[in-house]
């Protein structure tokens, strides 16, 4: 494989990275400043945010970054407030909103995801703590910044572990005209945090829900496939070494397939020839180490018991990346492993000070993976 790495210094802690016509861009955060910077065969440019980011789309001609800013309520108490910027790819700023800035929400509020949409508009999944429970909202903007619809869903129950997007990322699918988010929260009656719900794009109206029957499981990760069909995978809630699960749900969001597996998956899924791949951990000797494994035809699984893992497996394609604890260093130095795993091809940089769990994007043939050294220097790898 063809590898370029770029090596960005004094940008603070990587963020989020998006792939859009041959350029990357990536989020970071340095001291208390937002940074969005764009990054060809070298760095092109770099702005500074008007609020702290936490995460980004792109397409060929426009970005959107979300993020939040902090107030305070007449109570005194320090709350996160969601913002939402448009950019041009050459980083002009188009348009800048803040959402539910009223001191009269007691509670966090934050973006979990965004989704582009023709002609410049996007749908922003928000969620905020009420005394009791949360409520999830999405709302579809013009390319103007202005509010077309809004979609409300009140009672639900999250885990205070997952209500920030960073711990497990809910996800927005598009299939047609139906918009699917899935993540880790819990839909009235039901007795699992692995729940879907569909809205429609055009009017904002609730199309659907699915609430997983598995009591105790709780949603890690969530993929579409290229004929719409929704894979999700569980873990049982409390356990961190024990069987997993993916549910395949169709477009009707009824489950049409229950697969289980010994690897637990967080963040990597991918779909290869019509079938499934799984990237996760799985627990040998005492010690967890990454694994990969193919469902449907084909099927294979793959342990690489030469690295004890520290941190989630990422799969794109055939490349997966992942941080292997270094056991002749000090505790906190890791190595940065990438690899594809149909050709063992293998890279494995060097480096003397702590890094960050990677973050791992694709267009077509092309991979992008961003680390940070020390939560201070960035390294873009290019891969083709």
Not at 142 to 150: A, D, P, Q, R
Request: hydrophobic letters at 35%; glycine letters at 6%; aromatic letters at 10%.
């Amino acid at each position: 494989m063809l590898l370029q790495s770029i090596k960005l210094t004094d940008v603070g802690k990587v963020l989020d990275l998006c792939i859009a016509h041959e350029r990357n861009y990536i989020l970071t955060q340095k001291n208390q400043q937002g940074l969005l910077l764009c990054v060809g065969q070298k760095p092109l440019w770099h702005i500074k945010l008007p609020f702290l980011p936490s995460l980004m789309k792109a397409s060929n001609a426009n970005l959107l970054v979300c993020g939040y800013r902090y107030i305070k309520n007449k109570k005194g108490r320090v709350q996160s407030r969601p913002n939402i910027a448009f950019l041009k790819s050459n980083g002009e700023l188009q348009w800048h909103k803040k959402i539910f800035t009223e001191s009269k929400i007691d509670g966090q509020c934050l973006i979990w995801d965004i989704m582009t949409l023709p002609n410049e508009e996007c749908i922003v999944s928000v969620v905020f703590e009420l005394s009791e429970s949360y409520t999830l909202e999405h709302i579809r903007f013009s390319n103007t910044g202005e509010i077309l619809w809004k979609q409300t869903l009140r009672n639900l129950q999250i885990n205070p572990l997952y209500f920030y997007p960073h711990k497990i990322p809910p996800r927005l699918f598009r299939n047609g005209s139906v918009l699917y988010n899935v993540g880790a929260y819990v839909l009235e009656n039901s007795p699992s945090a692995t729940s879907v719900i569909g809205i429609d794009i055009d009017r904002g109206t609730l199309k659907g829900t699915f609430k997983s029957s598995i009591t105790n499981a709780f949603y890690t990760s969530a993929i579409q496939a290229p004929s719409g069909f929704l894979a999700v995978a569980w873990q049982p809630y409390g356990q961190t070494d024990g069987e997993s699960g993916i549910l395949l749900l169709n477009k009707r969001l009824k489950c049409v397939g229950e697969y289980r597996t010994p690897i637990s998956t967080w963040s990597g899924m991918s779909w290869n020839d019509k079938s499934l791949v799984i990237a996760g951990r799985c627990k040998n000797d005492r010690r967890f180490h990454p694994a990969i494994q193919k469902l449907g035809s084909n099927k294979f699984t793959k342990t690489f018991s030469e690295h004890n893992l520290v941190s989630h497996v990422l799969l794109q394609g055939p490349i997966v990346t992942y941080l292997d604890k270094n056991e002749q260093n000090d505790l906190q130095i890791h190595n940065l492993i990438v690899r594809n795993y149909e050709t063992d091809w293998i890279y494995q940089p060097s480096h003397a000070a702590p890094l960050s769990q990677p973050i791992l994007k694709r267009m077509f043939s092309h991979y992008s993976i961003a680390y940070g050294i020390a939560d201070k220097d960035v390294v873009l790898l290019k891969l083709s």
